[in-house]
């Protein structure tokens, strides 16, 4: 169990803005996949420690991306297949990074699982269904939502519509149904909160 929250909270914010100063593509991303994914479990009636591992994950989930090379990680282009390769281990390495504190184990495991999905076709480990972490199956659909509702380098952000209809069409194939039925039957409290525009 993580304890002293409020002083985890502020070395987590110092590492997502040294990752902020890193990718300058992804300015308050990790910042805002956080407080989704927390918004979220609340809605999924997880207990308090829980919400706070979840938030706390979130905003590391990238913290990874600090060892991938910043000519791939800033490359404006669509990645070649060995970029997107070195690109992929960042759950990897964000695990590595957080598994020296004991403390924070439960929160790297989180983090290793957050681009695996339901239907087993994820990575780094190909976990499906109910093998891959709470944490990580409600990271992933809230790191998918911002990434839709934001501008990046090889495309523009989509409209709040848009996004809605790739996440239910996507739901039991990619996202764990239970949670993409409760974010989709709750969008404006979770989503238009971050995203009103």
């Not at 169990?1 to 300015?27: G, P, Q, R, W």
Request: contains cysteine; charged residues 25%; proline residues 4%.
């Amino acid at each position: 169990m993580v304890e002293n929250f409020d002083i985890y909270h502020d070395i987590i914010e110092s590492l997502a803005a040294a990752l902020d100063a890193k990718d300058m593509y992804t300015s308050g991303h990790s910042t805002r996949v956080g407080n989704m994914a927390y918004d979220l479990g609340k809605c999924l009636n997880l207990n308090e420690n829980d919400l706070e591992m979840i938030h706390i994950a979130g905003h590391l989930h990238d913290i990874g991306k600090i060892g991938v090379p910043d000519i791939i990680l800033n490359k404006p282009d669509k990645l070649t297949e060995e970029e997107w390769t070195y690109m992929k281990s960042h759950p990897q390495i964000g695990c590595n990074i957080l598994n020296k504190a004991k403390s924070l184990k439960e929160i790297s495991h989180i983090v290793l699982h957050h681009h695996e999905r339901w239907d087993g076709k994820g990575y780094p480990a190909g976990l499906s269904k109910h093998t891959i972490p709470i944490g990580s199956r409600i990271i992933a659909i809230c790191d998918s939502i911002d990434a839709m509702r934001s501008n990046r380098p090889y495309r523009k952000l989509i409209s709040n519509e848009e996004c809605y209809n790739e996440i239910s069409n996507n739901n039991g194939t990619m996202y764990d149904p239970i949670i993409a039925n409760c974010i989709l039957k709750n969008w404006n409290e979770i989503v238009l909160h971050h995203y009103p525009n």
